[in-house]
């Protein structure tokens, strides 16, 4: 075939799946579809040494189990965690869809082992959950390696630094990809190349400007990849693939703002934002810090600093805080006064002691547990703080300053249970989605901690089933 975009000739030969992407959902489909017989190339953009996008960040996969399990305690049924994702989506999430993936949760972790990925228990401090979430020994990076590892030893094609830009399509049928000037056939695709959080334009586009004039976004940290910009999900969407989810939704934490601009990973996450309260700059609280515990909340603090000024706010605390939650990386700003720490922040004093003072006189006195919602609340103040409210009254106090972190952007294409891209509502019969590519389907917006690699691995592994069979079909259909 020839290449009429470059006028150069590059022909390869037709592999049955093409997977685009090097993440989890893409190593899912990967292994999946050669597992079932088929020859396999995947495609990932990165250099070698920064394979496995944002999965090489992550640390553990929400499971459903109704009896204890190897690093899980209790239970954790299909019904409490579909509860779970309908109230951090607000209900905006496709029920069969999401019922599928916390299915799959529940019986998946025996595949991965055969993979090489190893478990472990929560450690002590890691947002409560033990009971819910199942631990990769050696986290993200561990697990992508393994994953390359069996992907190369049952003879996966794997190629670094190939960036695919567009496809051929014929009608919704799949044909072929470019990576630049080289044109890849094959009978079936699983795309699995991530959200457009590493898009600063796209994101520019997406938020627009605040009441203010300004650009939020230009004022984001990402915290995963810089290679998820989204140019094949803007390729699909113009070209007439169905789109799911709002390009304002986004799985966004509020940070350290001393973070990088990429890759920060989890150590720069600023976790005491239930022990104490979080001011803007202009002195005021602007939410209730204590609605729910954090693994339900922490990705909710992202966009919420996002609206305010300047996309800056101070997580403050007082010396009861300390030892209860996981220390961040550098050392907050610390003072033995509250006007003291007001002038190191450059906050303006009187609002912010205004506003401290305000609240530690809302504060009733209650049963101080982190570990459940307790009755520390607040009485008569707005916004309130339902839970864990304790006054801020014990040197030395201590703020961090946060900016929203962007962990991945959940505007996508739109699926079914096949993992099938639709086109006119219509499934295509050999192209399929994967990953943060779709995760918008399930999560419309909010987010419960790992239902990520929920999503990844439950629908990676459909896209790669359905890859392979298309791929048979695709060759009777040249047969006959
Ligand atoms: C800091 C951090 C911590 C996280 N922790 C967790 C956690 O503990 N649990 C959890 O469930 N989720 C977590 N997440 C979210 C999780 O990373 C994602 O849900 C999951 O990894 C998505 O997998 P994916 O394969 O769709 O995307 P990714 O892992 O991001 O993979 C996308 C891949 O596509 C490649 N790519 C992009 N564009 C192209 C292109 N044009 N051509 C070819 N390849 C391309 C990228 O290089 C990358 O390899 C975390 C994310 C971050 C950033």
């Known amino acids: 075939m020839r290449d009429t975009s470059s006028g150069r000739q590059a022909v390869e030969p037709v592999v049955d799946v093409l997977v685009i992407g090097g993440g989890n959902a893409a190593l899912c489909a990967a292994l999946t579809a050669r597992e079932a017989g088929a020859s396999v190339l995947l495609l990932e953009a990165s250099p070698r040494a920064w394979r496995g996008g944002n999965t090489q960040h992550t640390r553990n996969l929400r499971c459903m189990h109704d009896a204890p399990q190897d690093v899980l305690v209790d239970a954790y049924t299909e019904e409490e965690y579909w509860q779970d994702l309908r109230k951090v989506t607000g209900g905006q999430t496709d029920e069969a869809l999401a019922r599928l993936v916390i299915r799959a949760s529940g019986s998946v972790r025996p595949w991965m082992r055969r993979h090489g990925v190893h478990f472990q228990p929560s450690l002590s401090g890691a947002l409560h ?82 009441a203010r004039g300004d650009y939020p976004a230009d004022n984001f940290l990402i915290r995963g990849t810089r290679y998820n910009t989204g140019a094949l999900l803007r390729f699909m969407l113009d070209a007439g693939a169905d789109p799911v989810g709002d390009p304002t939704q986004a799985h ?84 033995n006064s509250l006007p003291e720490l007001a002038r190191a922040l450059g906050l303006p004093e009187q609002r912010m002691l205004r506003t401290v003072t305000a609240y530690n006189a809302a504060c009733r006195a209650g049963t101080f547990d982190h570990t459940l919602l307790d009755d520390c609340r607040t009485e008569g103040l707005a916004p309130p703080k ?27 294409l739109r699926t079914d249970a096949t993992a099938a891209v639709r086109f006119g509502g219509r499934p295509s019969p050999n192209l399929f989605v994967a990953g943060e590519m779709m995760a918008g389907n399930v999560l419309g917006r909010g987010y419960t901690a790992g239902v990520g690699m929920s999503i990844g691995t439950a629908f990676g592994r459909l896209a790669g089933q359905y890859a392979a069979r298309a791929a048979r079909m695709e060759d009777a259909r040249a047969a006959a």
């Open 252 to 335: 966004m934490v509020a940070i350290d703002a001393r973070a990088p601009l990429y890759d920060g990973g989890i150590c720069t996450r600023i976790d005491c934002v239930s022990l104490g309260v979080v001011l803007n700059r202009d002195g005021e609280r602007f939410d209730d810090e204590g609605e729910d515990f954090w693994p339900k909340r922490y990705a909710i603090w992202g966009r919420l600093v996002a609206g305010q000024p300047g996309q800056i706010a101070w997580s403050l605390i007082d010396a009861k805080a300390v030892g209860r939650f996981m220390p961040p990386v550098f050392p907050g700003t610390r003072a």
């Open 129 to 210: 959950t033990a009971r819910t979430n199942a631990f990769f020994m050696g986290g993200g990076k561990a697990l992508v390696n393994a994953y390359y590892r069996s992907a190369e030893r049952l003879g996966v094609q794997v190629r670094y630094e190939a960036p695919v830009d567009r496809l051929q399509l014929e009608d919704g049928r799949f044909v072929a990809a470019w990576s630049g000037a080289r044109r890849i056939e094959a009978r079936s695709c699983v795309l699995a190349s991530g959200g457009f959080e590493s898009n600063r334009a796209w994101l520019r586009e997406a938020w627009g400007r605040d």
């Open 386 to 412: 339902s839970h864990w409210a304790l006054a801020l009254d014990t040197p030395p106090f201590t703020a961090y300053a946060l900016r929203p972190g962007v962990t991945f952007t959940y505007l996508g």
